[in-house]
């Protein structure tokens, strides 16, 4: 983890999740079932999903990170926090690993924000070229978190349609964006500037979280969207001015990327930007999608 506050930014260990922080959001047997098959030597969890002896201690630190990430930001020991770990999350559930993801660091993060932090709201943004449908599954139905995710549609895990915005009392706090393949980045700062910072701004959160996925550049092999390392600089150019309109802090956690020099630039460009560098660029509002995003999100907030 990388923390960034009055004297610039700093390199934090990534202590391991205690059993307590993972069962914020995981049952305590989906944890105990992935200990003992990376105890056994590691498997096959799903057809997408390997472990390895050291896979549960890699995942129990990412979560950790996540977690100490939430307590520093919280705590006013940095304002903005990017975790730079391994294996991924967005796709873990509560009872089930997929998508290359244990345990779902982002939504530890923000459940212990929520329960016990005294952070009243929580907006995690995951841009992610696939779906977050862990995080989505997890918070579906509350109120004080709104997951807001941009992805390709029809790529794994094939959840994340534009008419699912939660359930009950989080009913309108999921907002999906499925975008076709061959989307740039006119398509995904659209549909970002004019749907989701608006909503962000009305809903008003105390605390940002980015599941910070780079694998929708053009680079990338594992999706079908072609973003350039810029356009991650101006999607966190946006949620930069407006994290500050709110006065809330920043803490992002590594999702997908699988172009190792893609991905070391993508990232680079995000913190750089995150952390003040670079001016945020207004785009016009695509025609078809982000025209149909808004009529159906602004049933549920003012557009």
Not at 1 to 22: F, I, R
Not at 129 to 155: E, M, P, Y
Not at 182 to 196: K, N, T
Request: proline share 5%.
């Amino acid at each position: 983890m990388a923390a960034a506050g009055g004297a610039g930014w700093a390199p934090v260990l990534a202590p391991p999740a205690s059993d307590h922080e993972l069962e914020l959001v995981h049952s305590a047997t989906h944890i105990r079932r992935i200990e003992e098959a990376c105890a056994r030597g590691g498997g096959q969890i799903d057809p997408d999903t390997y472990v390895g002896e050291a896979s549960f201690n890699a995942a129990v630190h990412a979560a950790g990170a996540a977690c100490e990430m939430a307590r520093a930001l919280i705590g006013g020991r940095a304002s903005l926090a990017f975790c730079g770990v391994r294996p991924s999350g967005h796709h873990a559930e509560r009872d089930r690993a997929m998508g290359f993801c244990l345990f779902n660091n982002v939504a530890i993060a923000a459940e212990l924000a929520t329960r016990e932090l005294g952070v009243g709201k929580v907006l995690i943004l995951d841009w992610d070229v696939h779906h977050g449908n862990g995080t989505a599954d997890i918070f579906r139905r509350r109120a004080d978190v709104l997951f807001a995710s941009i992805h390709q549609s029809g790529l794994f895990p094939g959840t994340g349609a534009l008419s699912d915005a939660g359930a009950e009392s989080g009913l309108g706090y999921t907002i999906n964006v499925p975008v076709p393949s061959g989307s740039d980045e006119e398509i995904w700062l659209s549909v970002l500037e004019h749907v989701i910072i608006p909503v962000a701004l009305e809903f008003e959160p105390e605390l940002v979280l980015i599941s910070a996925g780079f694998d929708a550049h053009r680079a990338d092999p594992m999706g079908g969207c072609r973003l350039e390392t810029a356009s991650f600089a101006q999607l966190a150019c946006h949620v930069r001015d407006m994290a500050a309109q709110v006065a809330a802090p920043i803490g992002a956690v590594l999702e997908g990327g699988y172009d190792p020099a893609t991905l070391a630039e993508c990232v680079l460009a995000t913190i750089t930007a995150l952390d003040g560098r670079g001016t945020t660029r207004s785009i016009a509002p695509d025609p078809l999608i982000t025209s149909r995003v808004a009529a159906h999100v602004g049933y549920f907030w003012t557009l």
